[in-house]
């Protein structure tokens, strides 16, 4: 892809521009769907958008040395297109599957029984069973919260994103579930929704609006009325807080935080900090690591560092405007260019790995690998961004650091696993 119409933003924007373009990862995997199976109460279908022939990982841990750091990966397989992760207090850990199953790792161990309770799921392409976060006080109430793909009635491959609460108390059922919360904006085209809970203790949850289809538009991610393509923030309890940023504004729903969002498959709020951080894909490349603020727009579908998946700069499935940048529309604070399928994201502040301190962790599922990147004491990029696991083959949907200080990481594989990362 050429980037001559690229100069004069380089120039513009020298500090992210330039460390995200020297880091170029590409995919040589073919796509291939996989066959349909069968979720809960619901046909699944085939998934041509997510369906890579996976290489089989190795039983057996194996040892790794990237920039004078030796580290151990140990895979605990089992699992069937895992999407995220959270632990319990107990260091447990729960797993959702894509496909619509909630699983548990106990002691290391996958339980080869699944846990019961999530309603039927339309698990098509990028639909599905997806984020899973436990509420605050989780050891007092034993609420647990997720996201899905919930099935429009008479349709078999239109959904909108929701919210599900549920109590789990260590067995292998959930009791007291129910939906809090269903976005409006139905959509046959990918529309990934995660949550994470903020310090001021709201939920915040992001709904991907990526491009035209039969239900949805790209457009939607500007339209106030509509909740695709934005970050919302909601009470415990689903509802929308009083001192939202648009609250009482006409037009708008109650519920936005952020708008201009393309399709966030990772949303964490930075350990130190207390920001709100987001990876977004883009289309044909633009993948961007986002820092959300509240009543803020992150351009999309105006603006964008990719480009329509035919090849052309505008129109179609990529930006409306030729430059990446337009007045009152935020810059993301790196992007990669090609794409490399951003994923989870990790901030790390472990102390097994002291050298990776404060550096950024994100999965790639285009480039197959898990992408370090070097941040100063300054809070900016810095060469090396570094691609890891590249010996592995393996699609990294999931990455969050675990309360022991360890990484741990979920392959986006119909042959899934939990990858635990220690030092060797």
């Known amino acids: 892809m050429s980037l001559e119409w690229f100069v004069p933003i380089l120039r513009q924007f020298v500090t992210v521009s330039l460390v995200a373009l020297v880091f170029v990862v590409a995919t040589g995997r073919v796509q291939q769907a996989p066959a349909a199976q069968q979720a809960t109460g619901l046909q699944n279908f085939a998934d041509p958008s997510g369906g890579y022939t996976g290489v089989p990982l190795p039983d057996q841990p194996q040892v790794f040395r990237a920039a004078g750091t030796s580290y151990r990966v140990t895979p605990t397989k089992g699992l069937v297109r895992p999407w995220a992760l959270a632990f319990l207090p107990n260091a447990d850990i729960l797993i959702t599957e894509r496909t619509g199953h909630l699983r548990i790792v106990r002691n290391g161990v996958l339980d080869p029984q699944e846990i019961t309770g999530i309603p039927p799921v339309l698990h098509h ?90 239900f949805g538009s790209a457009q939607d991610a500007q339209d106030p009325s509509s909740h695709g393509g934005k970050i919302l923030r909601l009470n415990d309890d689903g509802s929308a807080p009083a001192d939202n940023p648009f609250a009482g504004r006409p037009g708008y729903r109650p519920e936005l935080y952020a708008l201009g969002i393309r399709n966030a498959i990772g949303l964490i709020v930075h350990p130190q900090t207390g920001e709100l951080w987001d990876t977004e894909n883009g ?142």
Not at 126 to 131: N, W
Not at 289 to 296: E, F, R, S, T
Not at 329 to 352: C, D, H, K, V
Request: charged share 20%.
């Open 125 to 214: 392409r990028a639909f599905g069973l997806m984020d899973v976060a436990l509420h605050p006080r989780f050891a007092e109430n034993h609420l647990v919260y997720f996201t899905y793909s919930k099935p429009k009635a008479g349709e078999t491959e239109v959904a909108a994103a929701a919210l599900l609460r549920a109590r789990y108390d260590g067995g292998h059922s959930l009791s007291d579930v129910q939906d809090l919360f269903v976005s409006n904006a139905f959509t046959d085209q990918a529309s990934q929704a995660r949550i994470v809970f903020g310090r001021d203790g709201k939920i915040y949850m992001s709904i991907g609006m990526t491009h035209p289809g039969k």
């Open 283 to 424: 289309p044909f490349g633009g993948d961007e690591v986002n820092i959300i603020q509240a009543g803020k727009n992150y351009g999309w579908p105006v603006v964008s560092y990719g480009r329509s998946y035919n090849g052309e700069r505008t129109g179609g499935t990529g930006p409306t405007l030729a430059e990446p940048c337009a007045p009152g529309m935020e810059q993301p604070f790196l992007f990669w260019n090609p794409s490399i399928a951003a994923a989870g994201i990790a901030i790390y502040t472990g102390e097994r790995f002291p050298q990776w301190k404060g550096h950024i962790f994100v999965g790639a599922m285009r480039g197959n690998h898990l992408e370090r990147v070097t941040i100063d004491t300054n809070g900016l990029p810095q060469r090396p961004w570094e691609p890891l696991l590249t010996e592995l083959r393996q699609r990294i949907r999931e990455v969050r650091q675990g309360p022991d200080g360890l990484l741990y990481l979920l392959t986006d594989e119909d042959s899934g696993a939990l990858l635990t990362i220690e030092p060797a």
